[in-house]
Each structure stands twice: as structure tokens, then as C-alpha cells.
């Protein structure tokens, strides 16, 4: 497949030189077994990267496994991804297999592998040594044939010289190592980007599409954007939103940058600071964006819940078997899914960002439980919110702001990261 072909295919935009080497070195990986290690920002496209490698190599029908190492807690993720005895462990009611077992003559896409812990590193070494693998609580050698993929957006280097990481794993991993660089650092790509997105959001809002003053495209080409690609989907959906008319000022953008005031000036380019307050010069229009951005939210949520009813409902049969997947439950419980969609994959319960659900208590799966009734209906807010509720409009409201990085909102919420799932599970439940 050349170099356009692929690009076509997965939609991953820009003529950079840098994003025609990384392209050239999926097409190089591809048709091995080789193992990879895709090294970039959040938001830079590592995920593509890694759909990409296995759709075109051999392994394109078996199954590609996404784990994010990174929202398992620390003591579950062996068994998650090496599978468990029954017995193994307070709450393990049967014997599961492991993600790597459910791999077999697939890819296994080992995302955040950085947060691995030590002893998972341990047997993950094995594993790639020569696919030999144990169950948690158990000695028989098992095997399995998968091609390893993995991601990561630290410096994996200095993770080991901290002595975070093992060596020998890291230099494993590293055989071929494809970095995509931030876009700030390969500025052609931005305009080519984010035409494409105006584009896609003008037939989806069935608006015309948006047109952007040449000092808009300046401001934009010179903004640092800290949440690379993903960033930029987001500012191209809010200037397709919320800005009425076609022509688009670098006022009405500027609302849509962090760390950018109202008024330009010294501190425009300034990279935001982590958990930074509010901007008190835009906090009004912030107000509304917010609000804005709940409503959309909530359209999503309800969209998203139609479409697991219909799911459930056995009507979707034509999704790919990598998009979907149905796991049995108890029988009073109904049908796990697992829903995976790579477009909207901030908000969709993905693979990696579906929280663990204690064995024992759901026996045989870490999917998110679906209640096949009727939805609730949308009661009126009460004028001052629970603390739940409050809580609940304080993540929505900082994921928005973080384009729904999980690890920055964390941090600005003075959280752990592995508390923010836990309470996006609860609120997920409640939406
Ligand atoms: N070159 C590109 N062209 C078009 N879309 C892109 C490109 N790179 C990334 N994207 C899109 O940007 C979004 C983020 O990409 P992706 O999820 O692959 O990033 P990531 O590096 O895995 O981020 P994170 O570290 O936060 O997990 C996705 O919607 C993806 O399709
Ligand atoms: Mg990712």
C-alpha cells in the first residue's frame, strides 16, 4: 500500500515530512511481527497509528486488542491481561482469560504502558520473549501468538534511568520506535487538518462550511496547541457550533484556545498553565461554552444510549467484530458491550476507559452494565445542585477543558487518574 493510499484510508491528514516518515514506517512494520513502540504527545494520533499497523498487516483479521495499562488498577491488570485461576484472588468466582489470550493471531495494543507496573513488566518481557505466558494463581506455560504494539506519551528513557521502568522491557519494546512529533512542530499539518474537520463538521451540523480570515489561520498556525490533534478536532466542532456566519475573526476564536486571552496581547502564545483558574477576561463566555458543551454532551450521552439499546436490542449485526463485542453475563443482569468508536473517543466506553468491575460481583467481565429499560426522564435541575451533581458538572466541565484528556483533568482536579475513571463510572451510570 503506498504512502497516500494509507493516508486515505485511515484519515490521517498532512504533507509534514514528519508525519511521511511516520507513515512510511507503518508501511515498513506492517508486514512484520516486529514489535513497536509509538512514542508521542496526547492527542498526536498514536492511536491511529497503532489501527492503522494492524489493519494492514497480515494479522488484519484477528482480533486487535486495546488495553490502556493506565486505567486498570495496579493489582488487577496481570490478571487482566494474563487472564486468572479461579481462586486467584478474593472475588475470582471462575478462571478468565487474559486480554493476550484473547489476542491470539491478532495485535494487542498496549496503550499508557508506562503506568505498567513492575511485576506486569515482568511477565510482559516473557511474553514478547517467546509468547509464553502464565494465569495469575496458576503454573501451566501457556502461549499465545500476538504481535505487540505499545504507546506511550512519556519519555520512556527517563522512566528508566528514574528507575520506573525496566531496561531489558524497554529496549525490547523499542526495536522499532515510530515518534510522532507534536503538531506545533510540524506546523504544515495544522491548516490541512483543520480543513478537513471544518469540512466533516459542516455536512454532520448541516451548516455551511466555516471560512477562516487569513489572521485567523495565523493565530491558529502560531497557537501551541497542547492537546495536538485532538485539540484541533475540538476547536474545529466549536467554530462550527457556536460561531454564527461563515466568516471566522481571530476574535471569535480566540474564546476556543487555552491559555490565549480575549484581547491578545504578550501572553497569547503562552502555554496554559496546568490546572490554571479560569481566564476572569473571558470567564462569561466560558460560562456559556460550558453550558453549551453540556447540552452536546448530553445529546451525545442520549445518542449513545440509543444506540446501546439498539444493540441490545440484537439490531447492529452488521458492526465489525472489532467494534462491538458481546460478552454473556448472569442472566438477570442482560448483555455486556463493549463499544468502541474511534471518532467519538472521548466520550464513547471504550475498551481502555471502561472501568474494572470487581469479579465476583460481575462475574467474568470488565464491560459496562447496560440496563435495557426505558431511559430516566430528563428531570428539571433543582436550583442548588447536589453535591453529586456539582461534582458531576466539575469533571464535565474540566475533561471539556482538557479535550478529554483523562491524565490532564486528573491533575487539575487533584485527583488520581484511576479516581477519575471510577468517578466517570459512576457518573456514566447517572447520565
Ligand atoms: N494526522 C491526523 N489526521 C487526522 N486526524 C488525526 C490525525 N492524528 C490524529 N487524529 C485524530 O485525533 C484524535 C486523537 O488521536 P489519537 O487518539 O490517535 O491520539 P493519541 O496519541 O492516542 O492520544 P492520547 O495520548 O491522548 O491517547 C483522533 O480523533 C484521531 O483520529
Ligand atoms: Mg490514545
Not at 65 to 94: D, H, M, Q, R, W
Not at 151 to 156: I, M, V, Y
Request: hydrophobic share 40%.
Amino acid at each position: 500500500m503506498d504512502r497516500e493510499s494509507i493516508q486515505e484510508r485511515f484519515g490521517i491528514i498532512g504533507t509534514s515530512a514528519a508525519l511521511k516518515n511516520v507513515i512510511d514506517r507503518i508501511r515498513q512494520v506492517a508486514r512484520t511481527d516486529i514489535t513497536v513502540l509509538i512514542q508521542g504527545e496526547s492527542g498526536v494520533g498514536k492511536e491511529l497509528v497503532a489501527q492503522a499497523i494492524h489493519q494492514i498487516s497480515p494479522r488484519r483479521h484477528g482480533p486487535l486488542v486495546i488495553v490502556n495499562c493506565g486505567a486498570i488498577p495496579e493489582g488487577l491488570i496481570e490478571s487482566e491481561l494474563f487472564g486468572a485461576e479461579k481462586g486467584a484472588y478474593t472475588g475470582a468466582t471462575e478462571r478468565r482469560s487474559g486480554y493476550f489470550e484473547e489476542a491470539n493471531k491478532g495485535t494487542i495494543f498496549l496503550d499508557e504502558i508506562g503506568e505498567m507496573p513492575p511485576s506486569a513488566q515482568v511477565r510482559l518481557l516473557r511474553v514478547l520473549e517467546n509468547g509464553q505466558f502464565t494465569r495469575v494463581g496458576s503454573a501451566t506455560v501457556l502461549t499465545t501468538d500476538v504481535r505487540v504494539v505499545a504507546a506511550t506519551n512519556k519519555d520512556l528513557a527517563r522512566e528508566v534511568e528514574a528507575g520506573r521502568f525496566r531496561e531489558d522491557l524497554y529496549y525490547r519494546l523499542s526495536t522499532v520506535l515510530i515518534h510522532i512529533p507534536p503538531l506545533r512542530e510540524r506546523k504544515e499539518d495544522i491548516l490541512p487538518i483543520l480543513e478537513r474537520f471544518l469540512h466533516r463538521f459542516a455536512q454532520q451540523y448541516n451548516t455551511p462550511m466555516k471560512r477562516l480570515e487569513p489572521e485567523t489561520k495565523a493565530l491558529l498556525l502560531n497557537y501551541r496547541w497542547p492537546g495536538n490533534v485532538r485539540e484541533l478536532r475540538n476547536v474545529a466542532e466549536q467554530i462550527t457550533v457556536l460561531i454564527p456566519g461563515e466568516r471566522v475573526t481571530p476574535e471569535a476564536v480566540r474564546p476556543f484556545l487555552r491559555g490565549v486571552t480575549a484581547s491578545g496581547g504578550a501572553s497569547e502564545l503562552m502555554p496554559v498553565a496546568r490546572g490554571a483558574a479560569w481566564n476572569d477576561a473571558s470567564e462569561a463566555r466560558e460560562r456559556e461554552l460550558i453550558y453549551r458543551a453540556l447540552l452536546e454532551l448530553r445529546l451525545e450521552v442520549r445518542e449513545m444510549k440509543e444506540q446501546i439499546e439498539k444493540l441490545v436490542a440484537g439490531t447492529a449485526l452488521a458492526v465489525p467484530r472489532h467494534a462491538v463485542e458481546h460478552r454473556d453475563a448472569a442472566p438477570e443482569t442482560g448483555q455486556y458491550v463493549i463499544l468502541r468508536d474511534a471518532d467519538r473517543d472521548d466520550y464513547a466506553a471504550l475498551i481502555e476507559d471502561v472501568p474494572y468491575e470487581i469479579a465476583g460481583e460481575e462475574p467474568g467481565t470488565n464491560g459496562t452494565r447496560l440496563a435495557a429499560g426505558a431511559p430516566k426522564a430528563e428531570d428539571e435541575e433543582p436550583e442548588i445542585p447536589t453535591l453529586e451533581d456539582a461534582e458531576r458538572e466539575l469533571i464535565t466541565r474540566a475533561l471539556r477543558r482538557f479535550d478529554g484528556n483523562r491524565r490532564q483533568t486528573a491533575r487539575a482536579l487533584g485527583i488520581s487518574e484511576r479516581t477519575l475513571y471510577r468517578k466517570l463510572k459512576e457518573l456514566d451510570e447517572d447520565l
